[in-house]
């Protein structure tokens, strides 16, 4: 059992930045394949940004060249650096590990205003 928090969203204006993280504890989170999903009203959840163990990482065509993923297993901790947020990117933000079929965090609300 993993058990993933969230952390970081808020209000911010369009243009802005947030850094979202993301605490695992439980069974070495370390191993697992690690995402960021989000959520926007009335729209299905979406993976848009994965890292595999080693770092490498993987965007969506929506988030590319904006948002940044990254992991450090020593603290069991997974970031996203969000830059350049427009009104689009309003959503609940989702850590996530081992895919749609693993664990799960309560998520996290951000907001773009104009």
């Known amino acids: 059992q993993v058990q993933l928090v969230e952390s970081g969203g808020g209000l911010v204006q369009a243009g802005g930045s947030l850094r979202l993280s993301c605490a695992a504890s439980?069974?070495?989170?370390?191993?697992?394949?690690m995402g960021w999903y989000r959520q926007a009203p009335g729209k299905p959840r979406e993976l848009i940004a994965q890292?595999?163990?080693?770092?490498?990482?993987n965007y969506a065509d929506s988030v590319r060249g904006r948002f940044a993923i990254s992991r450090d297993n020593t603290k069991n901790m997974l970031y996203l650096q969000m830059n350049g947020l427009g009104l689009e990117d309003t959503a609940v933000y989702y850590c996530?590990?081992?895919?749609?079929?693993?664990?799960w965090g309560r998520g996290t609300q951000v907001t773009v205003s104009p």
């Open positions: 439980g069974r070495t989170s370390s191993t697992y394949v």
């Open positions: 890292i595999s163990r080693s770092g490498a990482p």
């Open positions: 996530n590990a081992q895919g749609q079929n693993g664990y």
